[in-house]
């Protein structure tokens, strides 16, 4: 009998102390990795660099160690065995919950005070209520056993969901550090897909820095006009050539000052929705009377030059494209449909998603 509870109270501990390490390597390794280079980057004047592997294993051992720490001076029950890995969890949302403050700065936010009252308050307990939750001698019952180790596992679940929601949980600062170690990288092909999840559907959201990164990766492979509009843009010429408002959290601003070539100025015309501009300087540069010149321009001129010629009665270009004509009829006849402007921006989303004029009539 005394075995089979000992076999339980052992079981017990290796599940929690399995569960925490299994948990504490993905959440640091696989989630919080962005947040932990920005903190390191800051903290540390940019002079180290965050290694993923390494500091996960490291930050592992360490929760591991202060939970043995804890159970060895308060020797609760078996049935509070979960409880000893407070502190382990309280260091992991301590250690993600970094926020950037705008100015290339780090913030900590409401989160950490979370965290350490939370932290006192389980102390507090912890001391008054030692004396009715010391070690006891463990029971053989295997359905009593049985419980105890779902108990402990409900509150091994509850101190995860505690870690996740009080850490920094910001997709976009997320999405921007490892846009930047591409960039760094020079990794244009994966930086010109930011903006797509894992499962090829667009954020919803982005922000100037992001756009102004997809931007450049998009100009380094020549599919700036073929591809900027197929995601979410926040740009404007503003931001993408002169960099205002634009916010880098591991690169300088210097690194993003790339030559700015003939696309980068059309499209970004394009970004401010300025045609006027962009008629001008295609002509300027571009002979469109020329047999056949129209099958190399690229997707999203054809579609602003459309959209020019509809809206100009004194184009400086002209321009004929039968299939975009065709399409932007289809768009117009679409919008006269939509009885609520809200009806009309889902509508143009879902059918004219990955085309210039989505951007230009719902942005």
Known sequence: MTNNGKDSTTTIKVVCAIVFILFSFVYIYFYQTPVLTYEQHVLSGGVTVYHPLISAIIITVVGWMIQMLVHNVCRFARGCHA??????????????????????????????????????????????????????????????SSRTLTLNLGVMVLMMLFVVKTANSDSLLHRQVIAEKQLVAQDYENLANEGLNRGGYCYAETNPTLTLLRYIALDKRGELAERLFTQPVMGS?????????????????????????????????????????????????????????????????????????????????????????????????????????????????KNYQATYWNYYYTE
Not at 103 to 131: D, K, P
Not at 252 to 278: I, Q, V
Request: hydrophobic letters at 40%.
């Open 83 to 144: 409880l000893t890995y407070f502190p382990s969890m309280a260091l992991l949302a301590f250690l993600t919950c970094g926020e950037a403050d705008g100015n290339g700065g780090l913030t900590v936010g409401t989160s950490i005070w979370i965290v350490a009252v939370s932290l006192v308050i389980y102390l507090a307990c912890m001391a008054i209520a030692r004396r009715w939750l010391t070690y006891s001698a463990p029971s053989s019952d295997i359905l009593l």
């Open 237 to 349: 010429t503003a931001s993408l050539c002169r960099l205002e408002g634009i916010e880098p959290l591991l690169c300088k601003k210097k690194m993003l000052s790339r030559y700015k070539g003939f696309d980068y100025h059309l499209c970004a015309f394009l970004c401010d929705k300025n045609l006027d501009a962009f008629a001008h300087l295609l002509a300027d540069s571009i002979d469109l009377t020329k047999p056949g010149i129209c099958d190399s321009i690229p997707v999203h001129y054809r579609e602003a030059l459309v959209l020019y010629q509809h809206q100009r009665s004194n184009p400086v270009v002209a321009y004929s494209d039968s299939i975009v004509e065709a399409d932007y009829h289809d768009l117009q006849q679409l919008m006269r449909s939509s009885k609520t402007g809200n009806l009309r921006r889902d509508n143009l989303r």
